[in-house]
């Protein structure tokens, strides 16, 4: 048997969503930048999903923006906001994702902009007072701050840091890569000023994302070099990919309550049974809380052992597919910046268990032998 259960990641392609693009990978092919009829029609498919995915996320068309992915959206979104609004102070917490963590880095290192980090607490909970009083000192800076922990899942009050952002006329920017088509998503609710996602982390497909602008924040392009997608993001729109993406964020938030059920009934599972089968088993941040973390994600922290430097080549071996924490950094054998962060003890092994709609009770339960057989030794 093998389980895949590294959704954060990736998730497989909704077949759905596979039939909805297929179209414009043979017969619609044309440039939707001509003025002839294949490229009128190819540029109605681009114009109708952007207004599908404003109306499932309470926008304007005109804030909605299709970009290569979450990396390049969140890049946008901070050197535009630096550079263009001429912000001059910038606020994240060391949790983030590097695609926010390294933009803001570069800046601060030019000298663009002062940065500054918020406190947390061992958990990975915010201090939103901390933020509070940031703000009154440094008004009108950027804030970058998540919505759901990629590594840890912990879940942030958007909506708590939005009204704190708009009491001190802060510009407000959050990767919502983990929680879009997982969550119901209100850009205007929520106060922000950039949301971001991407296409394949709610089956859809790879290489596409979408990023909302909030009407009359005007900031100038990351790419240059064409007028697509006004302006805002030269270069020939991935027609097939965006027509994906709508398609797969329609089905995510059509049949969300469904989802929501079985998957955190699958991390509930995995949770009883983690806990009845390895002693000293522990959850990172606040994964282990279902009303606080995100529902796709449990981050398993495991008892020293002699297999711990290869729980994942072992669980792969197994047919198990997990991951240490973001794919984004599991290459470099760096380790994680996360869990650093929190202080965790560098003797206890990782593993990040994370499930999607398509994941079944039997793929959890032998998720959950194979690490407890591999922790049999620790509780024998």
Known sequence: MHAYLDNAATTPLDPEVLAAMLPYLNEHFGNPSSLHGPGRQVRSAIEQARKTVAGLLGAAPSEITFTSGGTEADNYAIFGSVRTLGLRHAITSPLE?????????????????????????AQGRLDLAHLEELLATHPRSLVSLMHGNNELGNLNDLAAIGAICARHDAVLHSDTVQTMGHYPLDAQALGAHFLVGAAHKFHGPKG?????????????????????????????????????????????????AAHQRHILGLKTRLLGRLRAGIDDVRFNGLSAEADASLYTVLSVSLPPSDISE????????????????????????????????????????????????????????????QLIRLYQPVVA
């Open 310 to 369: 290869m729980l994942l080549f072992s669980l792969d071996i197994s047919q198990v597919a997990a991951s240490g924490g973001s794919a984004c950094t599991s290459g470099a054998q760096t380790g994680s910046h996360v869990l650093d962060a929190l202080g965790a003890d560098p003797e206890r092994a990782t593993v990040r268990l994370s499930m999607s709609r398509f994941n079944t009770e039997a793929e959890v339960d032998y998720a959950a032998e």
């Open 97 to 121: 994702h590097h695609a926010v963590l390294h933009p803001l880095q570069a800046l601060a290192a030019s000298g663009d902009t002062a940065l500054s980090y918020l406190r947390h607490d």
């Open 208 to 256: 596409v994302g979408v990023l909302y602008r909030r009407g009359g924040v005007e900031v100038g392009p990351l790419i240059h070099g064409g007028s697509q997608e006004r302006n805002v993001r030269s270069g020939t729109e991935n027609v097939y990919g965006i027509v994906g993406l709508a398609t797969a964020l329609d089905i995510a938030c059509r049949d969300m």
